[in-house]
């Protein structure tokens, strides 16, 4: 299952999650989740309503809004035959994010809806996104305060966007 389907699963039939969500600081926690429902709680900051999730959250004994971007990773608790982790592909553009200096500049979200729309839609294309998220953090650790390969790596990407976008 992807996280996706993990999240849509959940919502269609009240299956609890245990969830990794990043807080704005950075710092990961591992949090139980049920009563999961698609939020527009932010829509009229949002492109999309399913941007965010709401759920009774058992860490904070109260209803939360959460951003799917920020899950990390997804599980099912209870009553279902798939217990593994799933990671969350549509956070990450790891090295454009370190690159542009931001997960929301224009071009990371040009990456990110070309790895949505184009890369998930095929073998390879999932293949090279599985490799990709497991090596670019490792990367970005090595090269995040290196000036001069960050001017490349932008110069490389502002011209694969370039060939998405024509």
Same mark, same amino acid.
């Given at each position: 299952?992807?996280?996706?389907?993990?999240?849509?699963?959940?919502?269609?039939?009240?299956?609890?999650?245990?969830?990794?969500? !990043?807080?704005?600081?950075?710092? &990961?926690? $591992?949090? *139980?989740?049920?009563?999961? #429902?698609?939020?527009? #709680?932010? !829509?009229?900051?949002?492109?999309?309503?399913? #941007?965010?999730?709401?759920?009774?959250?058992?860490?904070?004994? #109260? !209803?939360?809004?959460?951003?799917?971007?920020? %899950?990390?990773?997804?599980?099912?608790?209870?009553n279902t035959k798939?217990?593994?982790?799933?990671?969350?592909?549509?956070?990450?553009?790891?090295?454009?994010?370190?690159?542009?200096? &931001?997960?929301?500049? @224009? *071009?990371? $979200?040009?990456l990110r809806k070309?790895?949505?729309?184009?890369?998930?839609?095929?073998? %390879?294309?999932?293949?090279?996104?599985?490799?990709?998220?497991? $090596?670019? @953090?490792?990367?970005?650790?090595?090269?995040?305060? *290196?000036?001069?390969?960050?001017?490349?790596?932008?110069?490389?990407?502002?011209?694969? %966007?370039?060939?998405?976008?024509?």
């Open positions: 299952m992807t996280f996706n389907e993990v999240i849509k699963e959940s919502i269609s039939n009240k299956h609890r999650l245990e969830i990794s969500y !990043k807080d704005y600081n950075g710092k &990961s926690s $591992l949090r *139980q989740i049920s009563n999961v #429902e698609y939020s527009n #709680e932010f !829509k009229k900051n949002s492109s999309k309503n399913d #941007e965010h999730i709401s759920a009774y959250c058992h860490l904070r004994n #109260e !209803k939360r809004t959460f951003k799917l971007n920020r %899950i990390e990773k997804v599980r099912f608790v209870e798939n217990t593994n982790w799933v990671n969350n592909s549509s956070g990450g553009c790891y090295i454009a994010t370190m690159a542009y200096g &931001s997960y929301e500049h @224009p *071009q990371v $979200l040009i070309f790895r949505d729309d184009v890369l998930h839609n095929s073998f %390879i294309g999932k293949l090279f996104v599985t490799v990709y998220y497991s $090596l670019s @953090p490792k990367f970005v650790i090595v090269l995040k305060d *290196q000036i001069t390969i960050n001017r490349i790596i932008r110069k490389i990407l502002d011209k694969l %966007i370039e060939n998405i976008i024509k």
